[in-house]
């Protein structure tokens, strides 16, 4: 095994068909050792089966590469026994314990040392002082916390997470993401995927994909320079209908509603400046230029995208 340089993921035009439908379209993507890539982009845009072909679970009808070093087309075993999966829907038995859960994955994987690397898993995601509890009684932040620690029972070196935190409340996800920072500075590499804009600020680099293809990549501010937005955030008390008036305006491409506040984005400054210009004086809206959001950034990317794509 070789591992190339300093990356942990180093595929090329891998691509994936079901039918006569191209759901990964030569995707080129790399992950530094210690690196948390986030991977975004719309249902149904490719994210689960790009991760799927990157751990060995599913082999690509085109490209090649590596993940740890290990070729993704010919090492499949190699690579599905060192990196750690965690699903969208990670099945946990309620009516076990935390501990007995993670000594039956254990077991039925067969790993040496089980009680020490149960013991381990416990201590490295805090989990001792509720070994004991039943995983069915558990809120959804403590279930998912479980379901990594289930995931890093065999020490993989390698992260995919596959939205893991869905449905968990803000709280209980800064405390997995505090969690997952603590594992990357242990030289631990993570690509997750997720729908969560606060999320994405908190990973290293950020790979969007559309349609099957990746769009855009680099670190959150590097993305947000590379969409060229110019953006202007007016607030008043009712802003719906300026929203609708606005999007017909020409220069506006985006308009994206924050509460009673919008943020109005395009590429060209100009243009934007002359299209809210008639609005600017009304009384009743306070606006200032406004830095474009990753949110404002994704959004754009994936109209544009909707629209090169668009069947004719
Ligand atoms: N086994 C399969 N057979 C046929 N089509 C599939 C199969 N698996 C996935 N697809 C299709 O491939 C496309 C990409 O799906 P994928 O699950 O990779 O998207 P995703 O980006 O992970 O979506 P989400 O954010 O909703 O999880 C979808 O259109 C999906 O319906």
């Not at 995931?151 to 709280?171: Q, R, S």
């Not at 506006?252 to 934007?272: I, K, M």
Request: net charge negative.
């Amino acid at each position: 095994m070789s591992v190339d340089g300093d990356w942990v993921i180093d595929v090329r035009d891998l691509t994936k068909r079901y039918g006569d439908k191209t759901v990964v379209d030569r995707l080129d993507m790399k992950v530094r050792r210690g690196e948390i890539y986030g991977f975004l982009g719309p249902n149904g845009s490719g994210k689960t089966t790009s991760i799927r072909m990157m751990c060995g679970l599913l082999t690509p009808d085109g490209g090649s590469g590596h993940t740890l070093g290990y070729d993704v087309l010919k090492d499949a075993a190699a690579i599905k026994r060192e990196v750690g999966y965690m699903t969208q829907r990670f099945g946990l038995y309620d009516d076990l314990s935390i501990r007995e859960n993670l000594d039956f994955i254990a077991r039925v994987y067969g790993m040496p040392d089980r009680r020490i690397r149960v013991d381990h898993a416990l201590e490295r995601l805090g989990l001792v002082g509720r070994q004991k509890q039943l995983a069915g009684s558990l809120s959804g932040g403590w279930k998912q916390r479980l379901a990594l620690a289930a995931c890093m029972l065999h020490e993989p070196k390698l992260l995919l997470l596959d939205e893991p935190t869905a449905g968990v409340d803000p709280k209980a996800r800064r405390e997995f993401w505090d969690e997952i920072h603590q594992l990357a500075h242990e030289g631990i590499t993570v690509l997750v995927s997720t729908h969560y804009m606060d999320e994405a600020e908190r990973c290293h680099r950020l790979g969007y994909i559309a349609y099957g293809r990746l769009l855009a990549t680099g670190t959150p501010s590097e993305l947000v320079q590379q969409s060229g937005l110019h953006t202007w955030r007016v607030s008043g008390d009712d802003v719906s209908l300026l929203a609708k008036a606005l999007e017909q305006q020409p220069g506006v491409e985006l308009v994206t509603r924050f509460g009673n506040a919008l943020h109005v984005c395009g590429r060209d400054a100009d243009r934007l400046a002359q299209a809210i210009a008639p609005y600017r004086h009304d009384p009743d809206l306070r606006w200032h230029e406004a830095a474009p959001q990753l949110e404002d950034v994704f959004i754009h990317l994936m109209q544009q995208s909707a629209d090169n794509y668009a069947p004719a």
